[in-house]
């Protein structure tokens, strides 16, 4: 059971590795902000889940008040350029380039 | 009990944020990235908090849980919904729908 539970283990890290990856690729490389925005929002979530994975893993509950705090500013950095985007209507020049 | 519970949890957890890395890696658009982050994501997140909560064991972690659940499922749509509603109101290229 232990061994089938450091598996499950390795592999929530292994998926959380990759959102992490992904949303840092689609951070430096998307085409339009609103991708780059969506690539913050995907790395802010897989580092809460690698917080709730090692807190599973460790038994300790340590880490709870950093789950809610990067929740809440993940949240909050992406709104904040959403709606920074949102009031400045005028689009950079580099914005739609393929 | 409780550790085949966690291991279901865990496994559950690592397929959903699996297909959300996967969704935001390869769809061809910001609506289809979105869908795919704000939904996979946000239940992979809940099964992992699901797991934590039977890992712990205690009453606390259980509410605890609770807790950080409630805040995700409400914020994360949320941005989910800003981005989409952003993404209509630029009329961003979208998959399959050449611009006029």
Redesign the interface.
Known sequence: ?DT??NL??M??G???A??F???T??LLRGP?P??R???F??AA??L??YM??E??RL???DF?EL??LF??F??LG??WL??Y??HHPR?TPTE?AP | MS?LL??GL??L???L??L???G??RLPD?LC??HA?TKA?TL??AC??G??AF??GTV??GF?AT??LA??FL??P??GH??AR??Y??D??RHGHPRA
């Open positions: 059971m089938l539970l499950s283990h592999l929530v292994a998926a959380l990759a959102l990856a992904a949303g690729w689609r339009s609103l991708d925005i969506l690539g929002d995907a979530l897989a809460v889940g709730t994975s807190s599973i038994r300790r509950s709870f789950i809610l929740t809440l993940g949240f992406t709104t959403v709606l985007l949102w689009p739609d | 550790d966690i291991l865990n496994l957890g690592a397929l944020l699996g959300a890395a996967f935001i890696a910001v990235r979105a982050l994501a992979g997140l992992l908090l797991a934590m890992a712990l606390e972690a605890k807790l950080a805040l995700q914020t994360i949320l941005s800003l981005i952003l993404a109101r630029r961003i290229r």
